[in-house]
Each structure stands twice: as structure tokens, then as C-alpha cells.
């Protein structure tokens, strides 16, 4: 069963949109520069909803790996949200995710925006000591396939693959797109501890896998890019 219509809920959907076992829930807020509380109260109503409904299903719910090194209004409302489903739930699987990329997705997210910006010649404000990591949707479908008969009262924090800086990430986009961006380098010190804390069911996964962090973030860029 799959909540939601984004990128998320499409990946899953030819696997498990008739399976009646578990709840993949793939909606609510997921912009990260949220700050409207009717757009955070309508996910948490969703999110009772179903948690009431259906007690006894298996449910698997998608948070940001960003959690605790973030700090603004969506990454307060993304640990309600947790710790809701740990208050009355008795299986479950929450995964922070890094940043994830497919085929669709939400217009304010980190990729559609360097992509827009460097097709467009626009320059683009950077911080130089900012990392994130890319995730190909299809490899969390995987992932949780893997996982979600292993686990259960879990969460599992998925650092990335290959943890890169946001000024190396826009250089590979341009060269991939074969323009140059254009890049305004800012200072910012952020904690990047996030990318050293991925669990070890998701380091299993990437060794069963074989999915090695050398080239990762190049070749899903390809895949998912249009030139």
C-alpha cells in the first residue's frame, strides 16, 4: 500500500501498490525550506490517519539524514513526525535518506535547482563546506526490499553513497550538460557528520549490492539528467 503520488510513492508503486503487507507512506512535506504549519499539520493528520487505521501493517516512513544537523521549522516537524510513528507503532522502518534522485520530483530540490540555474546561465550561490549526498530512487526501492523483512522498530540512516560537496556536485552537472556554471562561492561551516553515520543494514546492502561509492553520484546524474 503506498500513501502519496511524489517521487518517492511512483518509484515504489509497481512493487508494492497492491501489496496489502505494508504501508509505504511517500507523502507529506518535502521541502525543506517549509514553514507554512497548515502545509505540517496536514502530513501529521495523514500520518495519524493511517498509524490508526492500520496498527498491525508494517509501516515504512522516509525522514532526512539531515535530522539532527538542520535546524528550521521542517526538520523540527520531520522528528514529530518520527517520533509519532515510535509512540504507537510496534513495526516500522524509518530511513533518513540523503538527497534522492528520479526521474520526477519536487521543484525545490537541490538538483531541479542547480540544474535550472546552469541550463539557464544563472549563478548560483554556493557554500564552499557544504556536502550532500545523491540517492537514486530506484536504489532505495531496492534498499527497503532488502531491509524491510530484517528490521522492524528501526531507523536506519542512509549517509549516501558518495558524499560530495555541493560546488563539486554543480561542476559535475555542468559537465555533464557540457556548460560551465556559473558558481558564487559563499563561507559557511556546517557539520557534515551525517556523512559518516550510515547504519550497517545499508552498508550490507550497498556490499550484496555491489554498489560502490566511487562514480555513483556521475552515473546517476547521467541516468537522471536530460541534456
Not at 562561492?185 to 550490507?204: A, H, L, M, Q
Request: proline share 3%.
Amino acid at each position: 500500500m503506498i500513501v502519496g503520488d511524489g517521487l518517492i510513492a511512483k518509484a515504489f508503486s509497481k512493487k508494492y501498490e497492491n501489496d496489502n503487507s505494508v504501508i509505504i507512506f511517500a507523502s507529506g512535506v518535502s521541502n525543506s525550506e517549509e514553514n507554512n504549519p497548515s502545509n505540517f499539520t496536514r502530513e501529521r493528520n495523514l500520518l495519524l490517519h493511517f498509524l490508526h487505521k492500520y496498527p498491525n501493517l508494517k509501516f515504512v516512513y522516509f525522514s532526512t539524514i539531515l535530522i539532527d544537523y538542520k535546524h528550521n521549522p521542517y526538520y523540527t516537524h520531520k522528528k514529530e513526525m518520527e517520533d509519532l510513528i515510535k509512540s504507537n507503532l510496534n513495526d516500522y522502518i524509518i530511513v533518513r535518506v540523503p538527497q534522492l534522485i528520479g526521474m520526477t520530483g519536487n521543484d525545490n530540490n537541490l538538483i531541479k535547482y542547480l540544474i535550472t540555474n546552469i541550463k539557464n546561465g544563472v549563478t548560483i550561490d554556493l557554500y564552499d563546506d557544504v556536502k550532500r549526498a545523491l540517492l537514486d530512487v530506484d536504489d532505495l526501492v531496492k534498499f527497503i526490499d532488502y531491509c524491510k523483512d530484517l528490521s522492524t522498530r528501526k531507523s536506519i540512516s542512509v549517509g549516501g553513497v558518495e558524499p560530495i560537496s555541493v560546488v563539486d556536485l554543480s561542476k559535475k552537472i555542468g559537465y555533464i550538460l557540457n556548460m560551465k556554471p556559473i558558481i558564487k562561492i559563499k563561507v559557511k561551516n556546517e557539520d557534515d557528520g551525517w556523512t559518516k553515520i550510515s547504519d550497517d543494514t545499508f552498508n550490507n546492502f550497498l556490499i550484496i549490492s555491489k554498489i560502490k561509492s566511487e562514480g555513483y553520484t556521475e552515473k546517476i546524474i547521467k541516468k537522471y539528467v536530460k541534456i
